[in-house]
């Protein structure tokens, strides 16, 4: 590949912040009054370029603009994303099993966050894999295996006891 493609190339990986300057040194050369231009000695060669200069904040203006598309896409990519998950968790909650709601409303309750059960528990289990309960340790004792409630799942049970009626 010739040099001048690997500078093209680099060109084009410039950092935002690095464009927006790139665009307002280019705005101020093509929009900038004759007389002032005169007045710094660049008029004859502000004139030679613009074309290219037009080029330049055109490409800028384009990079910048895909920069910030692309910024804003991912946020509310996550944002959406979160608001999937939550949405999904909060309709699982909505469809417990009878010991299901007996687990969880031991938690409310005991007004505590934090239970023991049998680490072979399949009921236990199936919360800790849909993510409203969580082992707190690594560390067992015996058989027994401490469990927390997730922050998310402990606030809205508390609004919504009803769910584990």
């Not at 309960?133 to 998310?152: D, E, F, R």
């Amino acid at each position: 590949m010739s040099s001048e493609a690997n500078k093209f190339i680099d060109w084009i990986k410039l950092s935002p912040k690095y464009l927006v300057g790139i665009i307002i040194a280019s705005c101020f050369l093509i929009f900038m009054p004759n007389d002032i231009l005169k007045f710094l000695s660049i008029d004859t060669f502000v004139e030679s370029i613009k074309p290219i200069l037009s080029f330049i904040l055109i490409i800028s203006v384009a990079m910048l603009l895909g920069a910030l598309i692309a910024k804003i896409g991912f946020l509310l990519g996550g944002f959406l994303s979160i608001w999937l998950k939550t949405f999904q968790f909060k309709n699982r909650l909505k469809d417990l099993t009878k010991e299901e709601k007996e687990i969880l409303i031991s938690y409310l309750d005991n007004d505590t966050r934090s239970r023991r059960f049998n680490m072979t528990h399949g009921v236990v289990q199936g919360l800790v894999h849909e993510k409203i309960l969580y082992q707190s340790t690594i560390m067992a004792s015996g058989i027994s295996q401490s469990y927390n409630i997730q922050p998310w799942a402990w606030k809205y049970l508390k609004k919504n006891r009803n769910l584990l009626e």
